[in-house]
């Protein structure tokens, strides 16, 4: 008795399976001329049965390797887009690829491993657990561990997917993934990343619905050339995925800048503060900035109003600090909260200043006004050049110290875009070396504040200030000393010595700018002038692309303010001008990647409704403006044409004789150009008609055509539905139905056989037919 199996393959052929894999000459030349993804499937990047479902046995294999390549692709991308953010630990990086590469291992050799059903409900259940204490206990935040569980669920499905459920929970990980790497970084890399991953998530799509349309196929095709349909549907795949990844992404970014924005985002509050903190805070320890200025990242681009040729060379204030242990400089001034006006500025106190200061400075004023795009710190400080007035951003409440450091207070929205107004005139030399010494009582004891120093410090202050006659020369003799008479370097020894002043200034003689602020900083203080260190930023780099200053975490600064009374705090730079020279030379392609970079945070990252009506207005302002050009354009085209029209009028009535002949001449040509092809058949069809030997097959179907019209006004007309034979038999008339029939049988031979005898003979026949009756 026959076996089940032998009576379910009954009656159906069946086919051949190799025991191994034989490659010939064909599959080679086959295989290069498949694209990128089509080789990656014959090369075996698929396991027969890994993925596969009840049904689906007899799918086309070239859909089934396309999928699992595609989907691969979707995961390692989605993956990839979370990893460039930089945001996990490595021990969660390596598993995970090692986690990818054996699966990508496993479809290179065309194995199979999957993990059963029991194995992987423990394996989830026990994520699950791990992901509540997690949360709960050991980070306590939300967004660490929940990536954390997505790419464990993601790593199970993937050794565990069987049916077309298994395959959109895993397309549905990878997008969560994608997701927060959104939320993770602001970088515009991640444009790039998600570019590849929507690609291969509409492949992977795309060819998940031919998998699902021919697994529910009731007719199959009875013969399958595989290496055609692997070539063509790889080149379709090729070509189709990418068309309809741009106009995805097109229409995703129509809707981003069109929609409305009522909030700064669901997720920003997941968001992280900041990488990195770039040498300013209210607490610094000496050889902290030398760490910080060896990395090239993007601290923030300043876009000064009118300056398109980076005329500008500004400190960026961040905090300045006041209190100092002999160790550490810090800010323990109070804050005062800002007023904000109606048109949502915030206007600065202008304690800092003087009153001489502003009489002064009122007198040469020198106003700038600039635009801030901050790259996340994890600092909620303003970077504002000198003598800031105002300042402008989508921000609650902002509050100033006395040493004029600007905070953001607003929790929820970190100092990323703002704009500012400075008034950055100085006093001349002459004014500051006018300037008394009667200070506010609170000056001496904040900002002549000392610890115990090595009493080398202060003698050494006082040979340097010899003979400088007032407090202004004073700090410029300092300040010269220090420039002069020692080195800079980002090297600062592997131990911490007792007195870090004393063993610069008498021991090593090198050090970096926070070494010589705090060293002009204590000097100036033990001559009685009030001086503190100031934490911020030098311009950087100019982009002439985008017109703005890259500033790095490598430009991060220390220098020194001292107070003269009428005139206010005045910048000094004790560091050596070699140290401070910005790397030029940008080459073209930095500059447009800079100007992405820049665009990508201003007008995606922080594009809000500020952003949207600015863009709505300029939008509004240039189809005004184009529709306004097509309406003098039409005007003028219409009195142009006005103008011909006179004029041939003016033409005509001069003379009409003329003029009437021209017009029927110009009539005749426009007719002959309007037939001429027409006519050219015509011509070519009479000549056919008159030599049908030269063309039987030609010639053949003219005469025939010219017989059915002629026997068509005798009441029999031909249907398109019939064939020659079938027209020959509705002929009733007996007599014309030889003739028809014996024309028909020499048009058939010249038409299908080109048999130039029988068409010779058709016009011959088409008479006899119309003459006789």
């Known amino acids: 008795m026959a076996s089940m199996a032998e009576v379910r393959s009954a009656g159906r052929p069946r086919t051949a399976v190799p025991t191994r894999f034989e490659v010939t000459s064909e599959f080679r030349a086959r295989h290069r001329a498949l694209p990128f993804t089509a080789r990656l499937a014959n090369n075996g990047m698929c396991m027969a049965g890994t993925f596969s479902q009840n049904g689906a046995a007899g799918l086309p294999h070239a859909i089934e390797r396309y999928f699992e390549v595609a989907l691969y692709l979707m995961v390692l991308t989605g993956f990839a887009t979370l990893a460039q953010t930089g945001q996990l630990d490595p021990l969660t990086v390596l598993l995970v690829i090692g986690a990818l590469a054996v699966r990508g291992y496993l479809l290179i050799r065309r194995q199979i491993f999957v993990l059963s059903e029991q194995r992987t409900k423990h394996l989830t259940l026990a994520f699950a657990i791990w992901y509540l204490a997690d949360f709960l206990y050991i980070s306590r935040t939300f967004i660490g561990p929940t990536v954390h569980l997505v790419l464990a669920l993601m790593v199970v499905r993937l050794f565990s997917a069987r049916r077309d459920r298994d395959f959109v929970f895993l397309s549905i990980l990878s997008f969560l993934l994608v997701l927060a790497a959104s939320v993770l970084t602001v970088d515009s890399t991640f444009l790039v990343a998600f570019s590849a991953f929507m690609l291969a998530a509409v492949a992977t799509f795309i060819l998940l619905e031919m998998r699902r349309s021919a697994a529910a196929a009731t007719v199959r095709a009875r013969e399958f050339v595989e290496n055609t349909s692997d070539q063509r549907l790889g080149w379709h795949l090729a070509g189709a995925s990418p068309v309809l990844a741009f106009f995805i992404l097109a229409g995703a ?19 992280p503060s900041g990488e990195f903190s770039a040498g300013f805070s209210d607490r610094v320890q000496l050889g902290r900035i030398g760490e910080i200025q060896q990395s090239g990242s ?9 300056d398109q040729r980076g005329a500008h060379d500004l400190k960026w204030r961040g905090v300045s600090l006041s209190l100092f242990d002999g160790r550490n400089w810090s800010s323990p001034q109070r804050q005062v909260v800002v ?3 109606g048109d949502g500025r915030f206007v600065l106190p202008s304690f800092r200043y003087g009153q001489r200061a502003r009489e002064s400075i009122l007198g040469r004023s020198r106003p700038l006004h600039y635009r801030v795009l901050l790259e996340p710190l994890g600092t909620n400080l303003f970077f504002l050049a000198p003598r800031a007035e105002a300042l402008q951003g989508d921000y609650q409440m902002v509050t100033t110290d006395e040493g004029g450091a600007v905070y953001d207070l607003d929790r929820g929205r970190a100092p990323g875009l703002y704009e500012a107004d400075s008034d950055v005139a100085r006093p001349t030399p002459q004014e500051l070396r006018s300037a008394g010494e009667n200070l506010p009582p609170e000056y001496w004891l904040i900002y002549l504040q000392l610890p115990e120093v090595d009493r080398r410090i202060p003698e050494l202050a006082r040979q340097i200030t010899a003979h400088a006659g007032n407090n202004y020369d004073k700090a410029t003799a300092v300040e010269r000393y220090l420039t002069t008479n020692y080195g800079y370097t980002l090297e600062m020894g592997r131990f911490v010595p007792k007195d870090p002043l004393a063993y610069f200034l008498f021991e090593r003689k090198q050090g970096h700018c926070e070494y010589f602020a705090s060293s002009m900083a204590v000097m100036l203080r033990t001559l009685k002038i009030p001086a ?17 200053y890259v500033v790095r975490a490598r430009n991060a600064h220390s220098w020194v303010e001292a107070y003269f009374p009428g005139y206010g705090w005045v910048d000094f730079d004790p560091t050596p001008a070699s140290a401070l020279e910005t790397r030029r030379g940008w080459s073209r392609v930095m500059l447009y990647l800079d100007a992405m970079s820049s665009f990508w945070r201003e007008w995606v990252i922080n594009y809000d409704v500020n952003h949207q009506m600015v863009l709505g207005e300029e939008a509004g302002r240039t189809s005004r403006g184009y529709l306004a050009k097509l309406r003098d354009r039409a005007h003028k085209r219409y009195a142009a044409l006005l103008r011909a029209a006179r004029n041939t009028r003016n033409r005509l009535i001069r003379a009409p004789g003329a003029w009437s002949l021209g017009g029927i001449l110009a009539i005749l040509v426009l007719l002959f150009g309007i037939n001429a092809r027409r006519m050219a058949r015509s011509w070519q069809a009479r000549r056919t008609a008159a030599h049908p030997e030269r063309s039987p097959q030609q010639a053949a179907s003219i005469w025939y055509a010219r017989m059915t019209r002629a026997v068509a006004r005798r009441g029999w007309r031909k249907s398109t539905a019939q064939t020659p034979a079938e027209f020959v038999t509705t002929i009733a008339d007996v007599e014309l139905r030889q003739r028809v029939g014996k024309f028909t049988r020499h048009y058939e031979n010249a038409r299908f056989g080109e048999s130039a005898e029988d068409a010779r003979k058709l016009p011959e026949l088409y008479e006899e037919m119309n003459t006789r009756r």
């Open 532 to 548: 503190r260190v100031v934490n911020g930023f030098r311009t950087g780099e100019f982009n002439d692309v985008t017109a703005q």
């Open 298 to 306: 993007v601290v923030m681009h300043v876009q000064i109003e009118g």
């Open 253 to 271: 970014a129509a809707i981003f800048f069109v929609m409305p924005r009522v909030s700064a985002g669901y997720f920003s509050a997941y968001a």
């Open 339 to 341: 007023p904000r006006l």
